[in-house]
């Protein structure tokens, strides 16, 4: 590897470059296991990486507007608006999706995984102020900064 070959190795362990990763669901149930596929996609350079993992979460979001009316000292009144905001993890799982290995330059691969959701996990609903929706996050364990996909709504 030559000394712009080893620079480019270097800027993509520090950004995460390496590699592209998506994450794919079809068949989403409650009822049954589904499939999650993780895809990576390796750039220019060949990736070494200790494991692929896999992130799934059910995730609960609240977000209302509160509206104010403030006074100053003349008398004179004002709205403030503000937006407020909570979030909480209903549902957390992890997966090992595949075991250390060093991926070819230019080549996409792709792996699967079995997700069976927990028996009280919440439904999916989406309301006025609140929503509950199901994501999934991936990456490759490297040196540096991990390539990953982000959170991804799988359905």
Known sequence: MGLLGKLKAVKNAVTGGAAKVCVECEDFSFTRP???TVVAQTMDAPVKMSRVYMKVQGQ???ELTDTDVVFDSDGDSSCRVETISASHVTVDLQYTVADGQELEANT???WDV???LPEDAPLIYIGHNCK???CAYAGLD???NDPD???VDLV
């Open 34 to 36: 589904f499939t999650v």
């Open 60 to 62: 609960e979001e609240v």
């Open 108 to 110: 996409t691969y792709r």
């Open 114 to 116: 079995q997700v069976a």
């Open 132 to 134: 509950h929706t199901y």
């Open 142 to 144: 490297c040196r540096g």
């Open 149 to 151: 996909s982000g959170w």
